[in-house]
């Protein structure tokens, strides 16, 4: 496991997604963002059945969405050097918006998400991207 990740809590996955990441950020001392990424994560499946898409992989982003709960703001620059992850200039005067690319990492690292659609939904939900299309 990566340095970054040393002062965090992970028990055992148990295989359970949902579950793993709620525990994660409560025992993280995260309890309304672990409320949060459930219900956005709901409300992604219902989203991803009504436009055709494929629930599973919409439903599991959203639960992923906002794990970098666990860094606080002021320590998101330094967490992302860490990881090795570009960091532009809007994002060093507003570090909350780097959030979702800390989670896209913790999301392959920790959670083992290999999936490249729910990566990409995961790094870029707060900022977009442009012409990027995750509804097929």
Same mark, same amino acid.
């Given at each position: 496991? %990566? +340095?970054?990740? *040393? ?12 579950? #793993? ?7 993280? %001392?995260?309890?309304?963002?672990? *409320? &949060? ?8 499946? %219902? /989203? !991803? ?8 992989? !919409? ?6 969405? @906002? =794990? ?5 703001? #002021?320590?998101?620059?330094?967490? $992302? ?5 570009? /960091?532009? +200039?809007?994002?060093? /005067?507003? +570090?909350?918006?780097? &959030?979702?690319? =800390? $989670?896209?990492?913790?999301?392959? @690292?920790?959670?083992?998400?290999? *999936?490249?659609? /729910?990566? &990409? ?16």
């Amino acid at each position: 496991m %990566k +340095p970054v990740y *040393d002062n965090l809590v992970l028990h055992t996955l148990t295989g359970n997604l949902r579950e #793993d990441i709620h525990n994660f950020l409560i025992n993280n %001392k995260c309890p309304k963002t672990a *409320d &949060h990424c459930i219900k956005v994560g709901e409300a992604a499946r %219902k /989203i !991803a059945q009504r436009f055709n898409a494929n629930m599973d992989s !919409a439903e599991i982003a959203g639960y992923l969405h @906002d =794990i970098s709960a666990v860094f606080s703001n #002021d320590a998101r620059i330094h967490v $992302s050097q860490q990881l090795g992850i570009e /960091i532009l +200039p809007e994002e060093e /005067i507003f +570090p909350m918006i780097i &959030h979702q690319k =800390i $989670s896209k990492e913790m999301a392959k @690292d920790l959670f083992n998400i290999k *999936d490249e659609e /729910i990566l &990409h939904a995961v790094g870029c939900h707060t900022t977009l991207k442009k012409g990027f299309d995750f509804i097929r």
